[in-house]
Each structure stands twice: as structure tokens, then as C-alpha cells.
């Protein structure tokens, strides 16, 4: 079992940056592939970023690639989304999840653990 909790959030304006970091217990964090999803109100949740157990691997949705950067840390069992050139179409609840994974998939089903969720707002 693996819990993740998420933090970070919070508002800030357009052009800005935000840095969003989820922490899992439990074991053998390196051998999954962790993804961060986002869900803007009234919308489906849709993908942002994924990166290898090992790091090695990473994928970017178009809408953010260039802006958000995602990393891990196996050592501290912890993975980040730094997020750069905010802009208001970014607001959104950002979530965490992680999957015992063969390769980096975009589809939320596909993953197994789910953190809570932190709120984004980007103001205009």
C-alpha cells in the first residue's frame, strides 16, 4: 500500500511559479512510475507529467512541456512538479498518483495510488 500526500498549492499570478511536491510512504518507492494529473473544474482529470521509477524516463503533456518540470527523489521517497509561466487555464486541482508501471502511461485508470489533491489558482 502506498499513500500520497501532496503539497504545495496555492494562488498566484499569472506568469508565476508554483513547485508542488508529494511525499509516499510505504516501500519500494523507486520501482513506480509516479504522474501528476490535474483536474480544472467542471473537467475531466487529465494528465501533466510522469517520470520513470529510475528518473530516466520522462513525458510531458504539450500544453505544459517547456513550463513544468517534473524530478524525484528516491532517496526521500518524494517527487516534484516545479511549474513555471503559470497561466490561468493551469487552475486546477493537481493530483499525484503512482503505478506499478512497465512504461509511463497518461491514463488515470492505469494508476493505482492517489493522493488528496492540492488546488492551484492562477489569477489573470
Known amino acids: 500500500q502506498v499513500q500520497l500526500v501532496e503539497s504545495g498549492g496555492g494562488l498566484v499570478q499569472a506568469g508565476g511559479s508554483l513547485r508542488l511536491s508529494c511525499v509516499a510512504s510505504?516501500?519500494?518507492?523507486?520501482?513506480?512510475?509516479m504522474a501528476w494529473f490535474r483536474q480544472p473544474p467542471g473537467r475531466e482529470r487529465e494528465f501533466i507529467s510522469a517520470i520513470s521509477g529510475s528518473g530516466g524516463i520522462r513525458n510531458y503533456a504539450g500544453s505544459v512541456k517547456g513550463r513544468f518540470t517534473i524530478s524525484r527523489d528516491n532517496a526521500d521517497n518524494t517527487v516534484t512538479l516545479q511549474m513555471s509561466i503559470l497561466k490561468p487555464e493551469d487552475t486546477a486541482v493537481y493530483y499525484c498518483a503512482a503505478g506499478n508501471l512497465k512504461n509511463i502511461a497518461t491514463i488515470p485508470r492505469v494508476y493505482d495510488y492517489w493522493g488528496q489533491g492540492t488546488q492551484v489558482t492562477v489569477s489573470s
Open positions: 510505504g516501500r519500494a518507492f523507486s520501482t513506480y512510475t
